[in-house]
């Protein structure tokens, strides 16, 4: 059984901790749960079988396991809501021989091509490549819904180029971005630039039009692997984010390494101020409450998050309550000070915008009103007569 895992809190003095022993209960507990509905469902009168497979098949090899992790405050930074991947201890993909890797580059799809097809590039990996393709020829030629849909069905995993990575979205669409089954996973294929005094230089600017920024079929081979056995991480601008860790089919040991990993990779390079700006983290199942595996004893990062009483946020809470209520705010109040500007700026709009008078058609109206009068009165008059 791994130590468990202290973890310094940056600007401050506490130290938190992820217990591995709490995150295996907890991973005990959810996949015995997940296990036990499952078999409850197939019991059912009313449940649909899968007719394609095996008797001997475990229901729960393809229920993904989540660890869902909640922040203080949203992530904004858009160098944070860059897709990345976490290197797992147990892979997403480990034994499946038959792993097929759709694989898409920046621009020329040749030169790419050519380096899986060298040599120098492992056999067996160049077997589970099973499409190379650049950005333009993506574009070009899977725009169509249908299209992404086979492009979708023929490959299990798809690795994009880290340079064109945010640009799938628009050209994939929610064929591939309404789930986070199959999003392409961000992979680095440029050329390595050697690191000068411990530090890494700037990468050399091209200098014709048949140069390409790729790197050698090994580092290229090593980077796909890399990616092949990793965890995506897709952020959104919000303070809620999920990873894939697992699946129900595996063991709780398996589950806590992956979970040990992924929660001290993500909170060490994604998150904004680290563990203390972290709330809470969980782990669930697709269909299954989430079971916590570290909360935090402050709901807060600052100081500063921490309004103080005074007259104004009393008064502001006061009007709340009463528009909750219903109920007509007091003569004086704030609010009744703001209602009385509010109708003045009104009045003063509505005066504005009034369309100006015609003066010509308005004597028009008075002399045929006062006619009408007449009449009346001349036809009165003689009626008496």
Not at 96 to 112: F, G, K, M, N
Not at 223 to 239: D, F, H, I, N, R
Not at 270 to 287: A, D, L, M, T
Request: proline letters at 5%; aromatic letters at 4%; charged letters at 30%.
């Amino acid at each position: 059984m791994a130590p468990s895992k202290e973890l310094a809190v940056a600007g401050s003095n506490q130290v938190n901790t992820i217990s591995h022993d709490q995150t295996l209960k907890a991973s005990k507990a959810l996949l015995a749960h997940i296990k036990k509905a499952a078999k409850e469902s197939a019991e059912e009168p009313a449940a649909k079988k899968n007719l394609l497979a095996d008797d001997d098949e475990d229901d729960t090899a393809e229920t993904p396991v989540w660890l869902t992790l909640t922040t203080k405050r949203h992530i904004a930074d858009k160098s944070k809501l860059h897709p990345g991947k976490i290197v797992l201890p147990h892979s997403l993909h480990a034994g499946d021989e038959d792993l097929s890797v759709c694989l898409i580059t920046a621009d020329p799809q040749r030169a790419y091509k050519n380096i899986v097809a060298s040599d120098e590039f492992p056999a067996d990996l160049r077997k589970r490549i099973g499409r190379v393709i650049d950005v333009t020829k993506l574009k070009a030629k899977y725009s169509q819904y249908e299209a992404q849909r086979k492009l979708f069905s023929e490959h299990d995993i798809f690795l994009g180029d880290d340079r064109i990575i945010n640009r799938l979205p628009k050209i994939l669409g929610k064929t591939f971005y309404k789930t986070t089954t199959k999003r392409p996973v961000p992979v680095d294929l440029q050329a390595k630039v050697p690191k000068v005094n411990g530090k890494r230089a700037k990468r050399p600017k091209k200098t014709g039009d048949d140069q390409v920024n790729a790197g050698t079929p090994a580092q290229i081979a090593k980077e796909v692997e890399k990616a092949v056995s990793a965890a995506l991480v897709s952020l959104g601008p919000s303070t809620n984010t999920a990873v894939r860790i697992g699946y129900a089919s595996w063991t709780a040991d398996q589950i806590a390494d992956n979970v040990d990993a992924v929660a001290t990779a993500l909170v060490e390079k994604w998150v904004p101020q680290k563990w203390r700006n972290v709330k809470s983290i969980h782990i669930k199942g697709p269909e299954t409450a989430a079971l916590p595996i570290w909360l935090t004893d402050e709901l807060w990062v600052d100081n500063k998050d921490v309004v103080a009483d005074t007259e104004e946020t009393k008064a502001n809470m006061s009007k709340k309550r009463k528009a909750l209520a219903g109920e007509e705010p007091q003569a004086g109040s704030p609010a009744t000070k703001k209602t009385r500007k509010a109708d003045v700026a009104a009045a003063a709009a509505a005066a504005k915008h009034k369309p100006a008078s015609d003066d010509a058609k308005l004597d028009k109206q008075i002399a045929e009103r006062k006619s009408k009068l007449r009449s009346a009165k001349a036809k009165a008059s003689k009626a008496m007569d």
